[in-house]
């Protein structure tokens, strides 16, 4: 079973992966982020920086879709390769930060990948408001992410909410978390996961 975990900057994705591998016992799968050779000039310069970053964000999380696919464990990861590309990518294509020519380019690769990869089982969205990813990416304090700007944010939430609600066709469950701290509050965090078992439950049920 493969379980992605979805959601802006600063929502807690790589948290609650964590979280949710230990309670579960699942395998976790982060994202290529803290290694990227790229992350730190693309926020210094988005345009120059938009088309490799992403390409290498492609080609891990390919290789991940891949191991996935193989395996016989419940995995759970930090971010899907389909709303790095529905929302990351078309983000920056909106913004002016891409160039037709390389929008293009990334588009065809994307779609020969997906014609053998397949949706996740289950698609858990963390829902966040600006001031809530904001907040999050002042205390978290990553260096390359104070750089961040607002309109990028916005962009990305607006592309998250359309991805999600109108675009992705796989199984999805939403939880809202302005008003939550599952990292340090045990009843937010129960209630996450009774969440997600009363949705396996479901889907489990549907396919006897």
């Known amino acids: 079973m493969h379980i992605a975990i979805a959601g802006n900057i600063g929502c807690g994705k790589t948290t609650l992966t964590t979280m949710l591998s230990k309670h579960f016992g ?9 290694y990227n050779p790229y992350l730190e000039d693309y926020y210094k310069d988005i345009q120059r920086w938009s088309f490799p970053l992403e390409v290498y964000f492609l080609k891990e999380r390919f290789k991940d879709i891949l191991e996935i696919n193989k395996s016989d464990h419940v995995i759970v990861q930090d971010r899907s390769i389909f709303e790095g590309v529905h929302v990351f990518v078309a983000n920056n294509k909106a913004q ?7 929008y293009e380019t990334y588009m065809e690769l994307f779609k020969h990948i997906t014609s053998v990869i397949k949706l996740p089982d289950l698609m858990i ?4 408001s600006i001031p809530h990813l904001v907040s999050n990416i002042q205390k978290r304090a990553r260096d390359y992410e104070q750089q961040i700007q607002l309109e990028y944010l916005k ?8 991805f999600i609600f ?16 599952f990292q ?3 009843a937010d965090f129960a ?7 009363e949705r396996l ?5 549907a396919n006897l």
């Open 184 to 186: 340090h509050n045990k």
């Open 155 to 162: 962009g990305l939430n607006e592309r998250y909410e359309d």
């Open 26 to 34: 699942w395998e976790a799968r982060f994202e290529a982020v803290s």
């Open 96 to 102: 002016g930060n891409m160039s037709d020519r390389d």
């Open 166 to 181: 109108n675009k992705y066709k796989g199984k999805v469950l939403v939880i809202d978390v302005d008003n939550m701290d």
């Open 191 to 197: 209630f996450i996961v009774d969440r997600i078992n």
């Open 125 to 128: 969205y963390l829902r966040a």
């Open 201 to 205: 439950a479901i889907e489990q049920f």
